[in-house]
């Protein structure tokens, strides 16, 4: 029995309420999106059923924030977006969760039945397009289905290997009602069933880790969505054994810790004999597992949830197929069992300590350099003497993020942010709005720091203003060098506009130079710097961190000529290595 609205009685229900409640009796409890018609309702709904709801200034950065609550919290975001135009800008998130193996739920308003085909407004065909972003894509049938296709949209994001999912809800399905005794109550899906590597296996890998000259484990996102954190601190002290993060994988374990062979990656890599790799993939970021950056020889131990990820690119001596954290605990268990643990004293820890120290040293001597304008090394050095040790740090840029992974600690698990597997611009506000919004209700005291190159801003430049109506008091750090790698001074840019027509002769990497970033901010009524020494970096900071009712964005200006220190390889902005 559906009726219109205006005629619903006590016991109705519509279609908005029942993705509002299914929502919410997923545990689904923050939702991003931007509203219009057809899913005003929908947004409503999700408040009076007490979901949390963040409207954004794009749909991309709402799904980027949503897909951040899956990987922060356990439970996935939803992202509530408008027909055609407002899904198809949320697709990139959708991709860059599918990739970060992050849970989210969509859903998209999509125009009414009754019009299909004949040139609906914003008329698209959401299901299919939204089929390769994601693990599961459909519509209910009726008013009636849509608590059992929420569920299974949530149970899906998060089961087996995590990722997007998308439900679609015919406009017409938003206002129309059923009398509530017809819809059958689906209750909350429970956590991923928990699964144990091959007892045999785990014996198998203790042995070759126990024959290794040179182990190291790699800790992946994997373990960090797993939350492997604690069996993984003891196997690794038990153990004996250095470890590195992935980008994501930092605050597993602490990057201070005295097993972190991080500042060593590339030595540790190429040498290694033996990998436990922990829920992380063998692609471009860890250079396919192959040589030139590794040992033709060096043997795997592949712990990963999806099976089809065993093999990919190596054949793993030992496939450890189950959850991170369980199959750590198994292997924790076989060590304890064994007494054994890899000796401090060998050539391999010298080794890397020697380059760990070597490293340091490099960084230290461009981090004390005093001429201006400052260069990466500078900036990020006085940055990382500032930032509390539990601040969740949100990353994204070429230069920027690539040297601030080196120079900025993570000391805790799922701390860090940053554009992930598919290297994607344009997510940090987003994923610093969510972040900021987790921890409002979860109220730890912990900051949300977001330190952007100039470009990566620019993509979600907007999302400034979400942070001001809400008032979050996130810190935004513009490493601002004119452009995309590297930039052009004002000077010579004003030269260069007098020679001609800028289309034709500005280097294509090249933004505006000295644009006025915090300037954005102080339009909303949040707190905006303009940063040029070290002085003005250490007391805008801090004044920044103090203010716990707004949020501040510290607009550093740098040598647009900065630059890496020499690579032994380049990584991260080479993917044919
Ligand atoms: C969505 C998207 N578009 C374009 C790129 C290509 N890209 C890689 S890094 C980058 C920006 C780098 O500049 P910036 O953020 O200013 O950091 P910098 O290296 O200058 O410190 C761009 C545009 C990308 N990775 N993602
Ligand atoms: C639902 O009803 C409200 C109130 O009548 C109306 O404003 C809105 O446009 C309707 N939504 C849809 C999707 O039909
Ligand atoms: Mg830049």
Same mark, same amino acid.
């Given at each position: ?29 923050? =939702? ?205 002290? =038990? ?94 268990? /076989? ?132 942070? /001001? ?29 007098? =020679? ?20 954005? =901010? ?56």
């Amino acid at each position: 029995g559906h009726s219109l609205n205006g005629t619903r009685t006590m016991d109705e229900v519509t279609g908005a309420q029942l993705i509002a409640e299914s929502l919410s009796a997923q545990r689904v409890d923050y =939702m991003f999106g931007i509203v219009g018609v057809p899913v005003i309702e929908v947004a409503m709904a999700a408040q009076a059923a007490g979901i949390r709801y963040v409207g954004m200034r794009n749909e991309q950065a709402a799904c980027y924030a949503a897909s951040v609550i899956g990987y922060l919290t356990g439970r996935p975001g939803a992202c509530l977006v408008v027909s055609g135009p407002g899904l198809i800008h949320a697709l990139g998130g959708m991709a860059n969760a599918n990739m970060n193996c992050w849970p989210v739920v969509v859903i998209g308003g999509s125009s009414d039945r009754n019009q299909e085909t004949a040139g609906a407004f914003q008329e698209f065909p959401q299901v299919e397009a939204c089929r390769l972003y994601s693990k599961f894509s459909a519509r209910p049938s009726s008013l009636e289905a849509i608590p059992s296709v929420i569920e299974k949209a949530v149970r899906s994001s998060m089961y087996g290997r995590p990722g997007a999912c998308y439900v679609d809800i015919a406009g017409d399905m938003v206002n129309a009602t059923v009398d509530r005794s017809k819809v059958r109550v689906v209750s909350c899906c429970p956590p991923p069933p928990v699964a144990l590597a091959d007892h045999g296996a785990i014996t198998e890998a203790v042995s070759v880790l126990k024959a290794a000259k040179r182990p190291i484990v790699i800790v992946g996102k994997g373990a960090a969505h797993g939350r492997a954190e604690n069996a993984l601190r003891e196997f690794v002290e =038990m153990a004996g054994l250095p470890f590195l993060p992935t980008p994501m994988g930092k605050g597993v374990l602490p990057d201070d810790h005295a097993n972190c062979v991080a500042a060593a990656r590339s030595r540790a890599l190429l040498q290694a004999d033996v990998v436990l790799l922990l829920g992380a993939r063998l692609n471009w970021i860890l250079h396919f597992g192959l040589p030139p950056r590794f040992d033709p020889d060096v043997k795997f131990i592949q712990v990963d949830l999806c099976p089809e990820e065993m093999g990919n690119n190596v054949r793993p001596c030992v496939a450890l197929l189950g959850d991170i954290n369980a199959v750590v605990t198994q292997l924790l268990e /076989c060590v304890r069992k064994e007494g054994w643990n890899y000796p401090t004293e060998t050539e391999w820890w010298s080794t890397l300590k020697d380059k760990i120290t070597a490293n340091a040293k490099i960084s230290k001597a461009l981090a004390v350099q005093s001429a201006l304008p400052m260069n990466y090394y500078t900036v990020f050095h006085h940055v990382s003497q500032l930032l509390p040790r539990d601040c969740i740090i949100v990353s994204e840029g070429a230069n920027t993020m690539d040297i601030g992974r080196t120079m900025l600690n993570n000391y805790l698990p799922r701390h860090r942010l940053d554009a992930g597997t598919f290297g994607t611009m344009g997510v940090g506000l987003g994923f610093a709005i969510a972040a900021a919004v987790v921890e409002r209700t979860e109220n730890k005291g912990r900051r949300v720091v977001c330190v952007e190159g100039d470009s990566a801003f620019g993509f979600s430049g907007m999302e400034v203003e979400t942070m /001001c109506r809400y008032n979050l008091p996130v810190v935004i750090i513009v490493v601002n060098n004119n452009g995309i790698y590297s930039g052009v001074d004002p000077g010579t840019w004003r030269e260069m506009a007098k =020679m001609g027509d800028l289309t034709s002769i500005a280097p294509p990497v090249s933004l505006l130079p000295e644009a006025r970033y915090d300037e954005i =901010m102080t339009a909303f009524g949040g707190r905006g710097f303009l940063v040029r020494t070290v002085e003005e970096l250490h007391s805008s900071l801090q004044l920044s961190l103090s203010d716990w009712e707004r949020p501040s964005l510290l607009n550093v200006l740098i040598d647009p000529s900065s630059d890496r220190k020499q690579q032994e390889f380049p990584w991260l902005t080479r993917s044919n290595l």
